[in-house]
């Protein structure tokens, strides 16, 4: 048992070195996002620092990944099927639906430090609404330049020329639901229509 936890932890430093050089993310980026020094990560990286959960929590939600596969656990045997997440044009992508057609769920997560700074508009069937978990997202639609902040969501039509970024140096973590066809997420928000007054004789 313990050949096994040193051989998981073994094979820690070079899956953190690939996640980020994936990413093109340096030392420096890595460590203003985790709080963790930078002599701290090369070690870690270098397999001559042990790593603890102390340090594997903030370095898998920088990478955008569980920590079950930061450090490659075992199947459980859970029946269940874990979505694996996917990197794409500098985001990370979980997707948290597998049914085909109808509505899609995904978490995206951007890193910061203005990886994808530079608006590149695109269009495609669809609808798609955003909200905003963590961070500062910047969602280009059409002609307007918006900044979302946690909380808050947006609702949009594909086919308007649209991109999305951190809108600073820290990464921004969101939540997206996009319907091909056209199909639409409404938030209920409106009270029940009040019973008609009592007639008192």
């Not at 993310?25 to 070690?43: F, K, M, Y």
């Amino acid at each position: 048992m313990d050949d096994d936890l040193d051989q998981a932890l073994g094979a820690v430093g070079p899956r953190l070195r690939a996640l980020r050089r994936q990413r093109e993310t340096t030392l420096a980026d890595l460590s203003a996002a985790t709080g963790i020094s930078v002599s701290t990560l090369s070690r870690l990286e270098s397999g001559s620092r042990r790593p603890t959960l102390e340090l594997l929590l903030p370095l898998a939600r920088a990478h955008g990944v569980t920590l079950d596969e930061l450090v490659d656990a075992p199947s459980t045997g859970d029946p269940r099927v874990h979505l694996r997440p996917v990197t794409r044009h500098g985001m990370t992508m979980l997707p948290l639906t597998r049914r085909p057609g109808g509505i899609q769920a995904y978490k995206l997560v951007i890193p910061g430090g203005g990886r994808r700074a530079e608006p590149d508009p695109q269009t495609h069937e669809g609808y798609e609404w955003l909200y905003v978990l963590n961070g500062r997202l910047r969602v280009i639609l059409g002609d307007q330049d918006l900044v979302l902040t946690p909380g808050e969501a947006a609702e949009f039509d594909t086919r308007v020329p649209h991109w999305f970024g951190s809108a600073d140096a820290e990464p921004v973590e969101f939540l997206s639901l996009f319907g091909r066809q056209g199909e639409r997420a409404h938030l209920r928000a409106r009270p029940k229509t009040p019973p008609p007054p009592a007639l008192h004789r």
